[in-house]
């Protein structure tokens, strides 16, 4: 299973930090990748990295503020999300693919997935 968490309430301008992880199966054959949803919209890639942590791809609207990464030994991955702005807040899911695509489309995530941890960023 996969547990999300290190949501919170932010001010913009600020950052947080979600943390995966993993347990109960082997974490390093798949890619992880992190979602983010908002009521009446649908599900939304923002990053993905490969199994090995060697390749990444974020969403046009996150790039250069946020940083997927991982760590294999520890069963966990991190989404560190810098300059957080209004339209980031959302609740924030990560999910294993056998791929990270550079589309990150949500489709390809169809192993394990998170709960969910929400994210605000509100003045």
């Known amino acids: 299973q996969l547990q999300a968490f290190g949501g919170g309430w932010v001010q913009p301008g600020g950052s947080l930090r979600l943390s995966c992880a993993a347990s109960?199966?082997?974490?390093?054959?798949?890619?992880i990748g992190w979602f983010r949803q908002t009521p009446g919209k649908e599900r939304e890639g923002v990053a993905c990295?490969?199994?090995?942590?060697?390749?990444?791809y974020y969403a046009d609207s996150v790039k250069g503020r946020f940083t997927i990464s991982r760590n294999n030994a520890r069963n966990t991955a991190w989404l560190r999300m810098n300059s957080l702005k209004h339209e980031d807040t959302a609740v924030y899911y990560c999910?294993?693919?056998?791929?990270?695509?550079?589309?990150?489309?949500?489709?390809?995530?169809?192993?394990?997935w998170g709960q969910g941890t929400l994210v605000t960023v509100s003045s």
């Open positions: 999910a294993t693919g056998r791929l990270c695509p550079r589309s990150i489309a949500t489709t390809l995530f169809d192993g394990y």
């Open positions: 109960g199966f082997d974490f390093e054959d798949y890619a």
């Open positions: 990295v490969t199994w090995s942590g060697g390749t990444s």
